[in-house]
Structure formats: C-alpha cells, structure tokens
C-alpha cells in the first residue's frame, strides 16, 4: 500500500538499500504495483512475461559478472532513465531485466526475476561473484556521498529522475 512503499523510499532516501524481485503474475491487478517503485524512475508489470537469456551491454562494474544470465518467469521492468539499466530486456527500448541506481543517499536494484539469485543459479562461479557485487554495492548504500548542484538537501537523482537538467512533469 502507499503508507508501506513511502516508508520503504523513505528509508532507501536516508541511506537504506532496496533489492526488488519481480515476478510474473498472470491475471493479478497490477495497476497499484506499476507505479509502486515510479519515484524512483522505474515501472513493474507483473502481467508481462519476461525470460529468455540476457547479456549486459553496460560496461558498469556492477554488471561485470553478469554473464548472459537467465532470467525465469519475470516481469516487465521499465527504466525512465536508460543509465540505470544494465542488462536491457528485449522487448521495449526502456525494458530492463536488471537496473541499479541511486536514491538520495540510498541504493536500489531491480531484477525481472529471482533466478539469478536462486540456489540453481548460484552453482556458476559467475553468478556467485554477480551476487556479492550486488550485495556489497547495496550494503555500501549509507554515506555514500550524493551530488546536489542546487544545495536544497536533496540528491540531483531525487530531483532530476532522468539527468536532464531540465524539470519534467513528475520531477
């Protein structure tokens, strides 16, 4: 509900980390859930079937282990902003199967589905190093030092979703 995702931004704002899992979910109501995680510039729906294999196309160190990694029974995934995304889907430009950005002082990632996470997966060598750079890259959330040009104590990502420089409707 909105009380439960402000509280969680809230705490990714002050310096949390968020790891969101989607999944595929055929004939739920996923209206409320589409624009759960849109202050961040990011869109869910769970009506959307996603999976196949996926290579990174961003040379961000974050994805370095990210080695055409298969994603299962996921969900659609939309970035606003395309730096975000480091593993691109294939069905839309803005489509993602695994994005991380900043949030304030906080840290988020989204995967279009557990697999890579899941036991199976993590008997690749691969895998494992892709797990514990995303974990460490969140767990490194708090003090995280935020760029804020305009000085009023909120981070440019917060302000200016897709970097800009101009403001947006949303923004």
């Known amino acids: 509900g909105a009380v439960t995702r402000q509280a969680v931004l809230d705490y990714v704002a002050r310096g949390g980390a968020l790891l969101f899992l989607g999944r595929h979910l055929p004939g739920r109501e996923s209206a409320e859930l589409a624009q759960w995680l849109a202050p961040i510039g990011v869109h869910v729906d769970i009506q959307t079937l996603v999976e196949g294999i996926y290579a990174t196309q961003n040379p961000d160190p974050l994805s370095r ?34 994005l991380a950005r900043s949030y304030n002082l906080g840290r988020v990632a989204v995967l279009a589905g557990p697999t890579p996470l899941e036991t199976e997966a993590l008997q690749a060598e691969s895998n494992r190093f892709f797990a514990a750079s995303l974990f460490r890259w969140l767990a490194g959330a708090a003090g995280t030092a935020v760029q804020d040009t305009d000085g009023d104590g909120l981070a440019d990502d917060t302000e200016d979703r897709n970097r800009n420089g101009v403001v947006d409707p949303g923004e």
């Open 65 to 98: 282990y990210w080695d055409n990694v298969r994603i299962a029974g996921g969900c659609g995934v939309y970035a606003e902003d395309p730096k975000a995304v480091l593993a691109a889907g294939t069905g839309r430009p803005d489509q993602a199967v695994f």
